[in-house]
């Protein structure tokens, strides 16, 4: 496989993580047998913004707010992944990438 290609396949990874839970499964299984630092950053950072925003839906009003601000995370998130930038989520990425090292 050529470094072209697999910077490719990790970047496809990396945004496929984004994309709902069923595509962050199936972005997992793909990393499974592909690892790279750039797709296991970012299935760290959607994890930990998919799981925020279920903890936050259950707050009424003020939490189903702050989901917008999550939203909006996730869509520069999305953006960094496939420009294959390693953008980390103010206030909680770090927290992220330490806490969902499961993710190596």
Not at 43 to 63: K, Y
């Amino acid at each position: 496989m050529s470094t072209h290609t697999e910077h490719d396949y990790a970047r496809l990874i990396a945004v496929l993580g984004y994309l709902t839970i069923v595509g962050w499964l199936v972005a997992m299984l793909c990393y499974g047998s592909y690892k790279s630092k750039l797709a296991g950053f970012h299935l760290r950072q959607s994890l930990g913004l998919i799981i925020l925003a279920a903890l936050l839906s259950f707050i009424p009003l003020i939490g189903w707010a702050l989901n917008i601000v999550v939203a909006a995370f996730w869509l520069v998130s999305v953006y960094h992944a496939f420009k294959a930038d390693y953008y980390t989520v103010p206030w909680l990425g770090v927290t992220f990438q330490t806490h969902l090292r499961f993710i190596v």
